[in-house]
């Protein structure tokens, strides 16, 4: 099993621009979640879903969109970048969402908005 | 709202002496769990606590969830360079379903 696989692993992008970070595991984990990290800010949840078709905002979803459309899939949109996206974006996801199951993350992608 | 403090934020040590970081709620949490990032690196879960007063160990890592659910903390005896990175601790809030995550503790250890 891959785990979590998220790509690209960097990305630059001009301010303005948009993409898509895709992020899919193969686990068949219910509940999967992005989370952005900057540094000295721990990592802040953006947006979740606890399953196909079901999402939900986090404490930062301001600028990013989610679709859920298949269990294994879960892209993070960015429709019109900005430098203050930069940071490195975790992708996250656990067999169900319960104080019994933990995340599993993704390496990451590195994001720079000039 | 809900408030959780995680200190310190950073901590040099020497190899071979103690390390804790502790996290530290306004309200009762319903659970907590730790997860280490070493440099470059994700996440990784280490544990969850989940009743009052519960003390849990691995190896030279000891974790304590307080007796009245608001304080937690994670404990390195005799730190080693392999413990170098960042340990959060995590919680559950608004209805279950989300992970929120403290601000982290670094942690370098020099030889």
């Known amino acids: 099993n891959a785990g979590v696989t998220q790509t690209p692993k960097f990305q630059v992008l001009k301010t303005g621009q948009s993409m898509t970070l895709q992020c899919a595991q193969d686990?068949?984990?219910?509940?999967m979640s992005w989370y952005r990290q900057d540094p000295g800010m721990g990592l802040r949840l953006i947006h979740y879903?606890?399953?196909?078709?079901?999402?939900d905002q986090g404490e930062v979803p301001n600028g990013y969109n989610v679709s859920r459309s298949t269990t294994e899939d879960f892209p993070l949109r960015l429709l019109s970048a900005a430098p203050s996206q930069t940071s490195v974006y975790f992708c996250?996801?656990?067999?169900?969402?319960?104080?019994?199951?933990?995340?599993?993350f993704g390496n990451g992608t590195r994001l720079t908005v000039t | 709202g809900q408030q959780v403090m995680q200190i310190p934020q950073y901590q040099h040590v020497q190899e071979g002496e103690d390390f804790t970081t502790y996290c530290n709620s306004s309200?009762?949490?319903?659970?907590i769990q730790w997860y280490k990032q070493r440099p470059g690196g994700h996440p990784v879960f280490l544990i969850q606590?989940?009743?009052?007063?519960e003390v849990k160990k691995q190896k030279r890592l000891t974790f304590q969830f307080g007796e009245a659910k608001k304080n937690s903390s994670l404990h390195i005896t005799a730190t080693q360079t392999t413990d170098v990175g960042t340990y959060f601790c995590?919680?559950?809030?608004?209805?279950?379903?989300?992970?929120?995550f403290g601000a982290g503790t670094r942690l370098a250890v020099h030889p």
């Open positions: 995590a919680w559950s809030s608004g209805g279950y379903n989300k992970l929120i």
């Open positions: 996250a996801s656990s067999p169900v969402f319960s104080y019994n199951s933990p995340l599993h």
């Open positions: 309200t009762t949490l319903s659970n």
């Open positions: 686990m068949n984990h219910e509940y």
């Open positions: 879903s606890v399953g196909a078709g079901i999402t």
């Open positions: 606590l989940v009743k009052s007063g």
